[in-house]
């Protein structure tokens, strides 16, 4: 088995916003509850923001960017042990979200 080939037990990080109603969450196209495999706190936040991330917004004069996902100022982030429902094994990904994103 090649080095690349082993699967290795991460992380399991829940997250959920303090505020969504603050304009950064305007960035996001999903403002609830997530469930993410990944290797640290960092790693989970960046794949949260690659899911439901909007990119730049025009607002007429220039680009603006943002991503609420990424701060402890707009989201709880903790990392959760001995749920089943969670399995660690697995590649690092988004396993939960209430609902459609927008």
Known sequence: MRNHDVIKELGIWRFEPLDAKTGLWRFSRYRGPVIVRAVNE????FLVAEKFGVGAIWNGTYLQAGNP??????????????????????????LWFEGPSK
């Open 69 to 94: 996902w990424a701060s402890p100022l707009t989201t709880t982030c903790e990392q959760l042990t001995g749920d089943e429902r969670w399995p660690a094994l697995g590649p690092p990904e988004v």
């Open 42 to 45: 960092q790693h989970a936040r």
